[in-house]
């Protein structure tokens, strides 16, 4: 399929970021960054700021990005429960009220180094 009528893409970062979208929003956007640009050269970075004055795709974040912010949350709520433990030590508190602090540090572990399942082939 012909990205444009203008001007073909030359290298795969052109159009990454336009994967998604349906045919007709890429072409959109191809042909919005395309005119943007006059005669230069169109990189990926046109093609995305295309997209965002379109809007289009604008609610969508890439994998990476999410991975690392549930990743940060689970740390800091990981880090959370070890300062309240600290601080249920420190003020002698009773075996129960440790051992279930202890037993929600445990499970913020173990979905911090818990691994998606495998998919088969």
């Not at 919005?32 to 970075?45: L, V, W």
């Not at 279930?100 to 180094?113: A, G, P, S, W």
């Amino acid at each position: 399929m012909t990205i444009s009528h203008q001007r073909e893409p030359e290298r795969e970062t052109q159009v990454r970021s336009l994967v998604g979208l349906t045919p007709e929003q890429a072409l959109l956007a191809w042909d919005f960054a395309a005119e943007k640009d006059g005669k230069r050269e169109i990189t990926a970075r046109l093609v995305k700021r295309a997209m965002r004055e379109l809007q289009l795709g604008s609610n969508t974040q890439p994998a990476a990005q999410i991975h690392r912010a549930t990743k940060r949350a689970q740390r800091r709520a990981i880090d959370d429960d070890i300062g309240q433990l600290l601080t249920l030590l420190s003020q002698r508190a009773s075996h129960e009220t440790l051992t279930e602090k202890r037993e929600c540090l445990y499970r913020h572990i173990q979905d911090l180094f818990a691994r998606a399942p495998r998919r088969r082939a």
